[in-house]
């Protein structure tokens, strides 16, 4: 027996992403439904072999369906998730909106797995912030092994984290630098995004911090440990899909980096690409499409007394966000709502 399931905002980029890594990994499923706002009725979509027909959000009843899949931005979870929660349908949200509820699991499933089990509270789980998906991924089997006290991270964050509307204002704008009067302003990003990069994602904070920063020093915390200290620079870079960090680490114990390589090898998620030649690493254009979140740059860090640095990638359409959905969703069947 499978599950009843509804994809909403199945027309958006990870609405899409959702309803192929389903077919993809072969989730139980034995109904579907793709739901999407009033302006994209009847838009279709594909599943598997199937094509599906949008179906109107607003007035979709989630009574006796098992799970729903939510990538329809804040606002609208705001209304439509509770109301999908209270029929018995449970939510796994894609937007920032329960994040930081005490209240509702914030999940990388192969960091806590075990927190989808209080999805019970309130019938909703969390996903997180792309970026902070794929660093909590990579740092997990770390912390298990040395303790992790510190983590400073900078992102190269592609366009796609910024919807549809930022891969094509990248394309737009690249187009246009090639051809006079026909340039682009920026819309989407605060500055050009073509052949630049901008260190600014959501918006400014009091300290000077961006809100995307504080997500990933926030969700680190929750999802892995409250005690590590994270300081996070964000920075939209010009590339389509695929998400890197540059990452440093200071633990409470030494860690060699031949050692941590080995940890990173074994680890749930992770492919470690890591040879100390040219091309030995991987860059966000190698990893578009795959599961995997790709450590590379393993290395010592000698400023500290117990510090590595380490270069990670991942689909950010994919472990950022469809993929993790979809894995905690494989979870919660598997722990809590069994069928057969």
């Not at 199937?50 to 109107?56: H, P």
């Not at 990933?216 to 440990?225: F, G, N, P, R």
């Not at 633990?251 to 030995?280: M, T």
Request: hydrophobic share 40%.
């Amino acid at each position: 027996m499978g599950y009843r399931i509804v994809v909403a905002g199945a027309t958006g980029n990870v609405g899409r992403e959702m309803l192929n890594i389903l077919a993809e990994r072969e989730f139980p499923v034995d109904e579907i439904v793709a739901l999407a706002s009033r302006r994209s009725l009847g838009t279709e979509v594909s599943f598997g072999n199937k094509t599906l027909k949008t179906k109107d959000l607003d007035t979709f009843d989630f009574t006796g369906w098992d799970i729903a899949f939510f990538s329809i931005g804040g606002e609208a979870t705001k209304i439509y998730a509770p109301r999908a929660a209270a029929s018995g349908c449970v939510v796994i949200d894609n937007s920032s909106l329960y994040r930081y509820d005490h209240d509702i699991p914030l999940v990388v499933p192969e960091v806590n797995p075990e927190a989808v089990e209080l999805y019970k509270k309130r019938n909703i789980i969390a996903n997180p912030n792309c970026s902070t998906a794929q660093m909590v991924v990579a740092l997990k089997p770390l912390h298990d092994r040395a303790r992790i006290k510190r983590v400073v991270v900078s992102t190269y964050q592609s366009v796609s984290g910024a919807g549809k509307a930022g891969v094509d204002e990248l394309w737009d704008q690249t187009k246009g630098i090639y051809v006079p009067g026909q340039e682009v302003a920026p819309k989407k990003f605060t500055k050009q995004i073509a052949f630049n990069v901008i260190p600014h994602i959501d918006v400014f904070l009091d300290d000077g911090s961006t809100k995307e920063e504080w997500k990933m020093v926030a969700e680190t915390k929750k999802i892995l440990d409250k005690s590590i200290k994270v300081t996070a620079t964000c920075v939209r870079v010009p590339v389509f899909v695929g998400h890197s960090e540059a990452i440093n680490i200071e633990f409470e114990e030494f860690l060699d980096w031949q050692e941590a390589q080995d940890i990173l090898r074994e680890a749930p998620g992770v492919l470690v690409i890591d040879k100390r030649e040219n091309g030995g690493y991987i860059t966000p254009v190698e990893c578009v499409g795959d599961y995997a979140t790709y450590v590379s740059r393993i290395r010592q860090d000698s400023t500290v007394e117990n510090g590595l640095n380490i270069w990670v990638v991942s689909d950010n359409l994919r472990k950022g966000a469809a993929l993790n959905a979809v894995q905690i969703a494989e979870v919660l069947g598997n722990r809590c709502l069994k069928k057969g």
